[in-house]
């Protein structure tokens, strides 16, 4: 292996790198890119009352304490939906176009202060600086999608009424008012202010709990929104332990958008069906890759590399279960396994690891046990399969298990780490069958050569999404089309036309011209049924919807 550069650190199995591997890049460390001024100017846009408790944040790359954040309580949370229920009623009532060019602002804000939040998520995620640039360019395509199409997708729209002519019926879209957001920690930057996006530009506000690892980056989020014309109020944002606060949060929200764990994403909707609102929930994944037995298998693996490994595996449309034809399984299982054991680990915060660390040691955990129970079960493990303390204090290497069995834990549970497990497969139906084997149901991939084929075999697979030749940024970038889970994965979908309109109330406004619709010039009961049932079969043979 050749000298380590600033940027590029540790291969997986070569040992402990030169110097301090948490912080290559000319010495920029987590320290110096989240210093306390920028905290404390950002923990300033926490909603607290009071006396809050305070809680400390861990920096995942090194062990350190990175800050030091106030805790809000349930009444605070009360405070929150006040302020913002204030502040909604102006906001409702600009035109959509006035709502929208704020999000094409903070678009340019984004693009232009990039490196800022970067650091951030590195900062409170661990993640490699490529795949925190993926939120950065999903929040991006996210704000420019709604900024443009919202106006079009919240337009008042005609519908055939109940008497032609003389019925006129349109379909309006209302705020729902303030809208409940809490949202998880693996993608802080586009998970907080991605999904809150449309909800602004359809004129509601939002109460947002982001997971408290990662609450400056929704802090950050909401200070540049608010300075691309967001009024403050409209976002608050309340951070405290999951299970005090989220309840919290849905006991008085209008709508509830969650993402998370389908454990509590059941609690969740729990909870919102008792107060009769709604929920959009993206939950769980236990995601499959079927690699065919036409696949360009190099592309393949390159492809399998960023569908099981990008963000260490802490992406819920990451995939865990790969599927391949048997014919094919030797030659491909050689080219991901050398790939996998190429890769770069590093924790610096600058371009050039390919993978960084897990955000706990909870996340450490549950991956090292699933792996360890499985290897002690009879499965190989043909890449990986260690922690990396010489690294950082939660890094894994990415790991390929062969011979998983159904007993094993790895082989439903989700890691939500950077672990996948492999199985061959004969014939297509097999391994449709074998994909839809999951309560899961939220993204999967599909190898091939024939991109038709790839489609037919996509259609027959239960989930949300669907990649052909892609690992997720395929369909998951396709703004204008809806994302989501099908199963435990969750209800609802983010991106397109349901996810700007899950956050409105359907209105129909219909006016009645000339005559109303019931019995008039003369006409009796009976008279008048009569007439409507000639009318009825006459709109039928006239085509009319």
Not at 152 to 168: E, S
Not at 319 to 329: D, G, I, N, Q
Not at 336 to 342: D, G, I, L, P, V
Not at 398 to 419: K, Q, S, W, Y
Request: proline share 5%; with cysteine; aromatic share 6%.
């Amino acid at each position: 292996m050749s000298d380590l550069t600033a940027d590029a650190v540790a291969t997986g199995h070569l040992g402990n790198p030169a110097g301090n591997p948490a912080a290559p890049g000319g010495g920029r460390t987590v320290a110096s890119a989240v210093p306390p001024a920028l905290v404390a100017r950002l923990a300033a846009g926490i909603t607290v009352t009071g006396e809050p408790g305070v809680v400390e944040t861990v920096a995942p790359l090194t062990g350190e304490r990175l800050a030091s954040l106030a805790q809000s309580t349930p009444a605070d949370v009360e405070a929150a939906f006040l302020l913002a229920r204030r502040a909604q009623p102006a906001w409702a009532a600009l035109p959509v176009r006035r709502r929208a060019a704020v999000l094409l602002r903070f678009h340019d804000l984004l693009i232009k202060r990039q490196d800022e939040v970067l650091d951030l998520v590195q900062a409170e995620t661990g993640k490699a600086r490529l795949h925190a640039f993926e939120e950065v360019m999903a929040v991006a395509m996210a704000a420019r999608h709604y900024g443009r199409a919202a106006h079009g997708y919240l337009r008042d729209k005609r519908h055939g009424g109940a008497l032609p002519v003389l019925t006129h019926a349109i379909e309006a879209r209302r705020p729902k008012g303030v809208i409940g957001h809490i949202s998880p920690w693996n993608y802080p930057l586009e998970l907080s202010v991605g999904d809150a996006l449309p909800a602004f530009v359809a004129g509601n506000a939002v109460v947002n709990k982001p997971d408290t690892q990662t609450a400056l980056t929704a802090l950050w989020a909401r200070e540049l929104l608010v300075e691309a014309g967001l009024p403050a109020d409209l976002w608050q944002i309340v951070v405290g332990d999951g299970p005090v606060i989220g309840p919290a949060v849905v006991e008085h929200a209008d709508y509830v958008s969650f993402t998370g764990s389908t454990r509590t994403g059941r609690d969740v909707a729990q909870r919102a069906a008792a107060r009769l609102v709604g929920a959009s929930l993206e939950l769980g994944g236990k995601n499959a890759m079927l690699v065919l037995a036409d696949a360009d298998l190099d592309r393949a693996a390159a492809g399998a590399v960023r569908a099981c490994f990008s963000s260490a595996g802490q992406l819920c449309i990451s995939v865990e279960r790969l599927m391949v034809h048997r014919s094919v399984a030797d030659a491909f299982l050689e080219k991901f396994a050398e790939r996998t054991r190429n890769l770069r680990l590093g924790g610096g915060l600058a371009y050039g690891a390919d993978m960084g660390s897990l955000v706990s040691a909870r996340q450490l955990d549950a991956t090292t046990r699933h792996v360890d129970e499985a290897v002690k079960a009879g499965a190989t493990v043909l890449a990986g399969g260690r922690a990396r303390p010489d690294l950082g204090p939660f890094f894994y290497e990415p790991t390929i298990l062969d011979g998983v069995t159904p007993e094993m834990a790895v082989c439903a549970e989700e890691t939500f780490g950077p672990v996948v497990s492999v199985y061959r497969f004969d014939t297509e139906d097999q391994a449709v069958a074998a994909a839809n084997a999951t309560p899961y149901g939220l993204n999967s991939s599909v190898w091939t050569r024939d991109p038709r084929r790839g489609r037919a075999v996509a259609a027959r697979l239960r989930t949300g999404t669907v990649n052909v030749n892609e690992a997720y940024g395929a369909a998951y970038g396709s703004v204008a089309s809806p994302m989501g889970g099908m199963g435990d994965s969750g209800l609802g979908r983010r991106h397109g036309a349901e996810g700007i309109l899950r956050f409105t109330e359907a209105q129909t406004i219909a006016t009645q011209r000339l005559i109303p619709i019931a019995p008039s010039f003369g006409l009796d009961d009976r008279q008048f049924a009569s007439v409507m049932t000639g009318g009825l079969r006459v709109l039928k043979a006239l085509r009319i919807k």
